[in-house]
């Protein structure tokens, strides 16, 4: 009887993913060998002090400061990338690839700002590079895209990519909270970091919706090209609104498709989604996915989004995937026929225009309190022919301003910019508008 091959595997770092990797794949060594019908051989970890206090007990005699000594073993198969950042993380992966092993790897800003250049080192030198921890945590999107909708074009991607921000604005929703209390308690639970500038502003949101671009299309979102808000302006106004009139405040990310007009767009921002969706009622830390395939309709998959053990879970997914395929068992995630043909077809998909891009608008003004401000609102939007659907005046005693909520029939964003300008430039116009989409499926 033929002994069953080892295959190596080596691990880029040892923060929270990195040991729950560690720690879940040494506990359940013995069913995934018996499953894949090979040994595993966990070789060892680079660190960066090796004399840190982890909570996962490793070998002295496994753990290294080199992380080169890691890519560069001959006994390791598959390199797991979880260091973060895009600099030494760029570097190692692509020493690694041209070594033509498999890398897995959790890094969404490396894979959105260096996505091209390391897939040509896939096609080029025949190792792989899997990513399903980069988006949604344990949710398995890329999985699902990849393979098991794999016979369907998709005209909607919409998810709730970030658990910070739903996790910020289930509490300001459900409980009242401003949005710095909400911050702040975030922080202190584990769910914000000392600096929520990726998470609060959008800008994780849109390393991960660049990524389920470009799985979907073969496209990546250029920056200049993608509309990327976060959520500090939400107020209590915009929950009332909200909670008023059947919507609930989400964070998303949206990429859609027109396949009769070949372009596509992609988007991150705070937006009132209609309780009746599903979206509306993913609650907390967790993340949802909804894709609207032309094959099975619309598919939504929720769960853990976030956190050391979800994310651990994926890159597990990842490894065994890798296995299969060094193995023979099954074949290999996007060979490189797979990623020339998915380049060819993104470089016929276009950007949408402004115009092309169509919504319900809400929008909250803070007014000098006089006779006749309603009239110069309303002249604006009459000029830009776009039409109010619902009002909400709120008064402030003594203080001289008033406020007001409202929300439009659709129209097209440049048309909405236009508006926006022409109420900047009112002088009873007291403070910026703040202005979110209203989420719908067909617009």
Known sequence: MTAPRTIGIGILGLGTVGQGVWKHLTEKKADLE???????????????????????????????????????????????????????????????????????????????????????????????????????GGIPIIKAIREGLVANRFELIVGILNGTCNHILTRMGEDGLSFADALKEAQELGFAEADPTLDVDGIDAWHKASILAWLAHGKWAPRNRTLVEGIRKIGPADIDFARRFGFALKHLAVVRRDFRQNWMTVGVYPALVPNRDILARVSGVNNGITLKGDVVGATTLAGR?????????????????????????????????????????????????????????????????????SEGVYRVFSRHKVSIARVIQYEHPNQGRGTVTLSTYPVNERRMAAVVRGLKGLRTVLEEPVVLRIFSPES
């Open 34 to 136: 018996a499953r894949l019908g090979v040994r595993i051989d966990l070789r060892g970890a680079s660190v960066r002090n090796l004399r840190k206090r982890r909570a996962v007990r490793i070998p002295s005699s496994r753990l290294t400061s080199d992380p080169h000594a890691i890519v560069d073993d001959p006994k390791v198969h598959v390199v797991c990338e979880l260091i973060g950042g895009t600099t030494r993380a760029r570097e190692l992966t692509l020493r690694a690839l041209r070594l033509g092993k498999v890398v897995v790897s959790a890094n969404k800003a490396l894979l959105c700002e260096h996505g091209p250049e390391i897939f040509r080192a896939v096609r080029r030198h025949g190792g792989q590079f899997l990513f399903e921890a980069s988006v949604a």
């Open 305 to 373: 989004g976030a956190g050391g053990d979800a994310t651990a879970s994926a890159v597990i997914g990842d490894i065994v995937d890798a296995i299969a395929a060094l193995t023979g068992a099954a074949p290999q995630g996007l060979s490189a026929e797979a990623l020339a043909a998915r380049e060819k077809s993104g470089r016929a998909l276009r950007m949408a225009d402004e115009e092309e891009i169509v919504a319900p608008f809400y929008l909250r003004l803070s007014l000098l309190d006089q006779a006749g401000v």
